[in-house]
């Protein structure tokens, strides 16, 4: 698979070592950052929703590496609620004040991000987008020039989730879905593809309740229980992160439907990997976060260096089933 330029090669253990090695900073929401801070030193500011999702975590963890291997100086920050939009572009305020020549930044919304990209734009900050995708027209009208957008196919990667769900629904009955902040890219892509894998049942599988529990635990287990309410005969829920399915099966043990209502997620977190093995999970899908990070470094690094970067680099999206967490 073509990145950009030139393939490089991770030597991840050796990156771990030589992190533990510099003693890399690790500050919640001020960031951490790797020592290397000399003159000419490609300086990076990576940008996240909230670190209370263990996904952006994985994504910090492999930035940090690729920043280590490269001599780059990498600040990580992120916003304590994945609503937060006025907190991100705070963020990206601060990163133009320290410095930053590129941003990464994965937004929590798609739109709102864009008038405070262009402000870092103007004072020649490159933008390179992770995981959610800045909306393309939109940025297009306002003038922001993104880098490069690295990410999945969130839509594909919804599909292969819900049609593992709908599987082992055996193929009919009743379906609900969790959705993500509505109007975020990422979040319209995988309600799409549960929909997409619907669709392909020709009627047999039927849509009950789409609700938004904007990523999040508590949320996702009030509006499942409200949903199960509703939908006596639920038999799936099809939750568009881990962390709302999480909550979804939360509500089904309460309500003493454990196996009688199936869950499947996307994000592929431990707790997740966990549910799978007891089986209160059906599937989830990885779609390698530090891999997100590690090539957003590597891509800063390159248009620095005044190398070509391609306008999309993809990650893949992997089901996740119980064969894989058992048989690792």
Known sequence: MRFFGKQRRWGWAAMALACVLCGCRDDANEGRETPQDNSGTVRVALLMKARTNPFFDQMAR?????????????????????TDTAGQAAQVETAVARGAQAI?????????????????????VRIINLDN??????????????????????????????????????????IATLEGIRGVDNAEARKQGFLDAVEATDGKVRVVAMDSAEWATEPAQRKMEAILNAHPDLKGVFCANDMMALGAIQAIGSAGKTGQVLVSGYDNLEPARQAIAVGTLVATI????????????????????????????????DLVTRQDVTNP
């Open 62 to 82: 492999g930035a940090e590496q690729a920043a280590v291997e490269h001599g780059t100086s990498l600040s990580v920050m992120a916003i304590d609620r994945e």
């Open 104 to 124: 990464l930044i994965a937004p929590a919304d798609s739109k709102a991000i864009i008038a405070p990209l262009l402000q870092a734009q103007a004072r020649g």
């Open 133 to 174: 995708r800045i909306d393309p027209e939109a940025a297009r009208r306002a003038g922001l020039n993104v880098a490069t957008f690295i990410g999945p196919d969130n839509r594909s990667g919804a599909r292969k989730s819900t049609e593992a769900l709908i599987e082992a629904m055996g193929g009919a009955g009743e």
């Open 286 to 317: 990885d779609q390698h976060p530090a891999l997100m990070g590690a090539r957003g470094v590597e891509a800063a690094v390159a248009l620095m260096a005044g190398e070509p970067v391609d306008p999309e680099i993809a990650v893949p999206t």
